[in-house]
């Protein structure tokens, strides 16, 4: 047995340090990859407005798929209308620190562009319908067909709208718009709207949104916990 305390010493400090390097490694380990699948497989994202009230209303929380970019009719979606600033590396290795440290609920180095930041809208219009919106109600005749439908008479799935009626003397040219005219959607176009159809900015102001514009599809609201739902 070494009795000399210098030799224990050291040996106790290297065990230490390889205690610590262990640890280290684990950390860092568990970092990215809880940072690689909250960027590629599934993440949450904070709603800021009521635009999807009253299903998802202003600090609900829902979980994003990023690699489901091609959305079927009625899916709620995460679009970006606006490109984003492009980060220095050192800005985004910083903010992937703080999204994981606060479940990607915060980050330090914000989009300078008005109307870069993502937000959540529900896809009406597929590639080649025709649609117009007349009092609120959309109407659409989707590709191939020589009629027009309501919107519920045509998406299957089954979601709520809020078209509140307006007050007495409103003018309905303020705010979002109440009617547009009739429009067709190119190949790789989708027609986007908030289910609050009063108060939302939506493809009646920035017009449809392509393929690029869908950063993923909307699964799962999960806070608060009693508003849990599937979409």
Known sequence: MDTNIYAISYKMRQELYRHVANVLKVVMLCFLSISLFMTFVLYPVVSRSN?????????????????????????????QTRPTERRSIVKRAVNQIFLFFT????????????????????????????IYIDKYVVYIKPKGKSHFLTEFEVVDKKYNVDISSAPT?????????????QIELGE??????????????????????GKANI???????YFPLNRMKLF
Not at 188 to 208: F, K
């Open 51 to 79: 635009s999807m009230a009253p299903d998802i209303t202003a600090g609900n929380v829902e979980f994003v798929v990023p690699f489901l970019r091609v959305p079927s009719r009625g899916d709620v979606v995460l679009i």
């Open 103 to 130: 479940a990607r609920q915060w980050y330090p180095f914000e989009e300078n562009r008005m109307g870069a930041q993502p937000m959540v809208r529900r896809v009406i219009g597929m590639p080649g319908d025709t």
């Open 169 to 181: 003397g409103w003018d309905i040219n303020l705010g979002a718009k109440s009617g547009t005219k």
């Open 188 to 209: 790789g176009e989708y027609y986007v709207l908030g289910d609050n159809r009063m108060e939302c900015a939506d493809s009646r102001l920035w017009g449809p949104v």
């Open 215 to 221: 950063k993923g599809k909307v699964v799962l609201q």
